[in-house]
C-alpha cells in the first residue's frame, strides 16, 4: 500500500515562501514517479513540479523561477520550495505517485503531467496567500 504523507502547507502573504514535504515509504520512494500538484477551487488539478530519476526536474510555466523541487533520499521524502507566493498560488497541494514502469513502458517520470496518470494521492495540504 502507497502511503503519501503531506506537510507544510500554511498561511502566508503574498512574498513569502514555505516548504512542502512528501514522505514515502522507501519503495514508493524509489520505485515511484512522483510529483507536485494543486487544485485552487473551480480550477483542474494541475502538476506543479516533478522530478526525474536522472535529474531533470519539470515545472508548470507559472511557478518557473519561484518554485524549486526536491527530493532527499535518505528520508525518503520529496520537497517543494515555494518562494515568492502570490495569491495566484492559493491552492490545495497533493503529493502524487505513479509506480515504475509505466503502463506505456516508459521509466521516464516527467511525462506523466496529467493527474489521471497517477495512482496514489497524500491527504492534501492547503496554502493560502493573501495579498
Known amino acids: 500500500q502507497v502511503q503519501l504523507v503531506e506537510s507544510g502547507g500554511g498561511s502566508v502573504q503574498a512574498g513569502g515562501s514555505l516548504r512542502l514535504s512528501c514522505t514515502a515509504s522507501?519503495?514508493?520512494?524509489?520505485?515511484?514517479?512522483m510529483g507536485w500538484f494543486r487544485q485552487a477551487p473551480g480550477k483542474e488539478r494541475e502538476r506543479v513540479a516533478a522530478?526525474?530519476?536522472?535529474?531533470?526536474?519539470s515545472y508548470a510555466d507559472s511557478v518557473k523561477g519561484r518554485f524549486t523541487i526536491s527530493k532527499d533520499a535518505a528520508k525518503n521524502t520529496l520537497y517543494l520550495q515555494m518562494n515568492s507566493l502570490k495569491p495566484e498560488d492559493t491552492a490545495m497541494y497533493y503529493c502524487?505517485?505513479?509506480?515504475?514502469?509505466?503502463?506505456?513502458?516508459?521509466?521516464?517520470?516527467?511525462?506523466?503531467?496529467?493527474?489521471?496518470?497517477?495512482?496514489?494521492w497524500g491527504q492534501g495540504t492547503q496554502v493560502t496567500v493573501s495579498s
Open positions: 522530478p526525474d530519476f536522472d535529474g531533470r526536474t
Open positions: 522507501a519503495s514508493t520512494y524509489s520505485n515511484n514517479c
Open positions: 502524487a505517485a505513479e509506480p515504475r514502469p509505466l503502463p506505456s513502458g516508459s521509466w521516464w517520470c516527467l511525462d506523466l503531467s496529467d493527474p489521471i496518470e497517477y495512482s496514489y
